[in-house]
Nanobody, 118 residues
Framework: VQLQASGGGLVQVGGSLRLSCTASGTIFSINNMGWYRQVPGKQRDLVAIITGGGSTNYADSVKGRFTISEDNAKSTVYLQMNSLKPEDTAVYYC?????????????WGQGTLVTVSS
């Protein structure tokens, strides 16, 4: 199983970006997929998560600005980021809790850098 993330880049304060993450491989089921972010020297923190049933949860710092969504048919999760702030600058990682050949396992995508400039 591989997770491929894309969509990061450089954006000005107040701008928007949309991240995508697609899971591929022999996948039997996906329990949830989410986005995390990390800045140098700090731990990786949850940004948003969505379950297979469509329930969502957000970090307080992004509520009202970010929206996580999914396309189950494409095994893809999106993160729409609006009203971006400099403190949103980080490497963003997607993670999926996926049932594959090894049973249930957490799979991580490669990071995608988001830079918000003032």
């Amino acid at each position: 199983v591989q997770l491929q993330a894309s969509g990061g880049g450089l954006v000005q304060v107040g701008g928007s970006l949309r991240l995508s993450c697609t899971a591929s491989g022999t996948i039997f089921s996906i329990n949830n997929m989410g986005w995390y972010r990390q800045v140098p020297g700090k731990q990786r923190d949850l940004v948003a998560i969505i379950t297979g049933g469509g329930s969502t949860n957000y970090a307080d710092s992004v509520k009202g600005r970010f929206t996580i969504s999914e396309d189950n048919a494409k095994s893809t999760v999106y993160l729409q980021m609006n009203s971006l702030k400099p403190e949103d600058t980080a490497v963003y990682y997607c993670k999926g809790r996926i049932y594959a050949d090894l049973g249930w396992h957490d799979y991580w995508g490669q990071g995608t850098l988001v830079t918000v400039s003032s």
